[in-house]
DNA sequence: CATGAATGAGGCTTCATTCAT
DNA sequence: CATGAATGAAGCCTCATTCAT
């Protein structure tokens, strides 16, 4: 994250003020118009500062929006996954993994739509949310392989490729359930994906 | 469908050619530079037509986009599907829905990144790719139930959520491999994806 | 009104029909539009007929535009003047004439309006509206010294003076009532029109 | 009045600098090509500014159209009239402030010319000009009622309808004087219109 | 004579970025 | 560090006019 540019990080807390008015600012935007309408001016209107403040601590929009996102980035994980010992039933440490990760994303939902989008249109962000997704795809890929070592699922699947499709299809999922709204949310939702995904591992 | 402006279909055959070269032409600049980046300009040069003669046809890029896709739409269908006959073994005919499914979205990758590009930026392609998406869903659980009443697999299943969960999965399968290119293509891939549903199924 | 163009007087009845038909499209079109924002294709297209046949009879906006209100010059011109004879009451003379304009006004507000509109735009208008004014001046003016030497009215007015005045007054007036919608439109506005141009007279 | 646009009113001197040259710059180039005519870049160019500048301020010709018709609202004021008190002469009220109104229009032919032509283009305009005609006319009404009150003038007159033919009366001889310079210009004219003024009313 | 497609100059408008105060 | 005005490249879009069929 180191800076090729001589944007200070405002030393005081009066600078430190604008550029996180500018952040907030830039979310309420970005998920009022979408990263291609939002203009600068519509932030730092809704920052209430100044047009050139916006230079004085970002040099573009793509900047201020992976800024937006790294501000984020905390409210995305997933953090009941890892309570969930090793000893437990394997069943229920996929579902809670599955019923955090549908929790996060329908909470985070306008903001995953803006990944996507901007994903689609800015290679940085893209290759933000690749590594994001890979990270995502390995961690389940590995515990597919430890239940594999265990001799509870499938040993002829390949893990990797598995991992990839089972995480796409939660992914994706939670994607039509909410943002696009195609599907209707529930527990019924959670309950089937996780069916589905204990299934093809024949677990 | 029904066109809310006077742009005139070609009643010559002149004019058929201009407006079938403008299409063809957008196409190639759409998948050279994306769609943001295309310009009306650039299309209308790869036609080698005057910029006036865009406007004959279309009213925006939006519209030719649409033309484009709608073009392209018979090149998109999976034919490969109808050719197996119910009699055959089932997974047969997943297999071969999936293979034939790959293979099309592989020829098409450019087109099909376009479709995700757009879709996130533009309500109306959105639309597009929705319906389409849904088309191949409901096919998809129509299957499904009917192997479910030919007792052949769960039956505990929500058809529709299944079959939304494991259309979605290979969707996204096929766009991270084509286009994202994360992962390695292959017959691995098709033959992996395959297994997954049919374990997912129980069949 | 010799053209300095070659475009022909249609010699077929087919050609003279095309031409009677964008004529009467274009007076359409103007009053619905407005002169600026008529397009030619509009016309063409209220006439039922291509483009190009447009420049087959005329050359631009500005002619087609002359050729509709010399068209209409007839329903223009104020018929009942002339048949008030020189030994009427001369207060029912200048009532009737009054009346008579009046009429005609309200009958052809829309071209009216339409001629004010071109005449601010396009000198040639100008020159022909200022021509017909001058020519109902003029007469009105002969009318006024005639009643001056006939020793009926104020002899000290300048004729001329007064009847651009007045003539003024009555065609604003109109345009006031009938155009513009400001004074509401009846006997009462005849009469005391009528009635002010007498007493200026001190007739 | 109240803007439908966020396009800000400057708040520094320099902005209001800017705004000020662009209103000079459109009254000189309105006057000299014409409203239709007048291009947007000419204006700026006048104003020795950028285009883009000229949307910092304004929205459209028509915009900025009507500050130039708000800044020389008080040049076309006619402040002569005041001065005239209700114990003078009658005949000299009137006689001043035709005088005066005559002056007035004379100083700003253009822009009467320009006001004009517009308000038989833009309705925004024409509703501006309507509004100025209405004031005019309101005023000399009262004058009229005033004058009938006090036995002076002719009572069966409506003081209304009287004040719209006679207020028409003058404008548009001194739009035929001053713009078409169809009359010639003088003392005699304003004489001649007074006294048909007085006369019309059996003053 | 009719047709209707093709043309392209020319104006409009936006908004990221700079910079003087 | 904040301010907000100035900039101008860049793309959009229209429509009168031409011309091949």
């Known amino acids: 994250m180191a800076e090729d540019d001589n944007r200070r ?11 996180q008015a500018l952040i907030d600012a ?5 998920e009022r118009d979408g990263y291609l309408d939002a203009r600068l001016t519509d932030i730092t209107a809704e920052a209430r ?3 050139g403040s916006f230079y004085t601590y970002f040099t573009s929009k793509e900047e201020i929006f992976a800024a937006v996102m790294e501000m984020t980035k905390n409210e995305m994980l997933h953090p009941g996954v890892s309570r969930v010992s ?3 039933d394997p069943v229920a440490v996929i579902a809670a993994s599955n019923r955090s990760y549908f929790e996060s994303y329908r909470r985070n939902a306008k903001l995953m739509q803006l ?3 901007v994903a689609n249109v800015d290679p ?3 290759e933000v949310r690749q590594e994001r997704a890979r990270a995502f795809v390995e961690r389940n890929a590995r515990s597919i392989a430890d239940l594999q070592e265990r001799g509870l699922v499938d040993p002829d699947l390949d893990s990797l490729v598995a991992s990839w499709a089972l995480s796409s299809m939660v992914s ?3 994607f039509s359930a ?3 709204k195609e599907i209707p949310d529930g527990d019924h939702l959670v309950d089937t994906c996780t069916r589905l995904w204990c299934n093809a591992l024949r677990l």
């Open 172 to 174: 994706r999922l939670a």
């Open 115 to 117: 990944l996507e989008q």
């Open 124 to 126: 940085r962000v893209r």
């Open 178 to 180: 909410f943002v696009l």
């Open 26 to 30: 830039a979310r309420v935007v970005f």
């Open 86 to 88: 090793e000893d437990d």
């Open 9 to 19: 990080t405002p030393v005081t807390p009066r600078g430190a003020r604008t550029r």
């Open 49 to 51: 500062c100044s047009t």
